[in-house]
């Protein structure tokens, strides 16, 4: 089963909205990485966090990592069509050794 | 474009075959990553290989084996094919052997099991 769960599993924003993504570890996270996949591709690096607390921006998206880092958020302002498709957590839980989950995405249609 | 190839595009193959995937990584990267992409099951790591060597176990099955070469190139068997292996099975590269770097995935190869 997954071990990395994210909500919502599908957001549907209208064009200039803001987007929120959770991702939750029952466990600690040695780090988090966020990556985007377009419908029809593959996924895309976009980011990798790693100390507790962590926040970094790129343009419209703000990517935080909990204080516990066990769990991690997405933040995207004024949603553009360009941001359509789903967005994954992927981690490393400190328990697991070398197991990397991806978590179970949040699909995102923005309506123009 | 990801600098990650992988062959062939699509496959549709029967139950109880054999197939090969295979991933060429970004020039310089040494670690080979495959995952299997179905609806139900999200995106699952299967393994990892760094530098000819398996590095890291997902959830792969017992009828699914993989191995890197020494040009780096990977390949994934998968055997005794089964309707509920039909998914997206992508590979990715990194430079290094943790799972700290950046993976750069490829397009990924289809696979249809009737």
């Known amino acids: 089963g997954q071990q990395v769960m994210q909500i919502p599993q599908y957001q549907h924003v209208q064009e200039g909205e803001d987007f929120t993504t959770y991702c939750n570890s029952s466990?600690?996270?040695?780090?988090i990485q966020w990556y985007k996949q377009r419908p029809g591709g593959h996924p895309v690096f976009l980011i990798q966090l790693v100390k507790s607390g962590e926040v970094k921006k790129q343009k419209r998206l703000t990517f935080q990592f909990g204080e516990a880092k066990k769990n991690s958020s997405l933040h995207i302002t004024a949603t553009q069509t360009t941001d359509v498709g789903t967005y994954f957590c992927a981690a490393v839980q400190l328990n697991t050794g070398n197991q990397f989950y991806f978590g179970t995405g949040t699909s995102l249609t923005v309506i123009p | 474009d990801s600098g990650v190839t992988q062959t062939p595009k699509h496959l549709i193959t029967a139950t109880g075959q054999r197939v090969t995937l295979r991933c060429s990584p970004r020039s310089g990267d040494l670690s080979v990553y495959w995952y299997q992409q179905s609806l139900d099951q999200g995106l699952q790591f299967l393994i990892q290989y760094y530098n000819g060597e398996e590095r890291a176990k997902g959830n792969i099955l017992e009828r699914f084996s993989a191995q890197q070469f020494p040009d780096l190139h990977s390949e994934l068997n998968l055997s005794s094919l089964e309707l509920g292996d039909s998914a997206l099975y992508f590979c990715?590269?990194?430079?290094?052997?943790?799972?700290?770097?950046?993976?750069?995935f490829g397009p990924g190869t289809r696979l249809t099991v009737l």
């Open positions: 466990t600690t996270l040695s780090n």
């Open positions: 990715a590269s990194s430079p290094s052997a943790g799972f700290t770097d950046t993976q750069y």
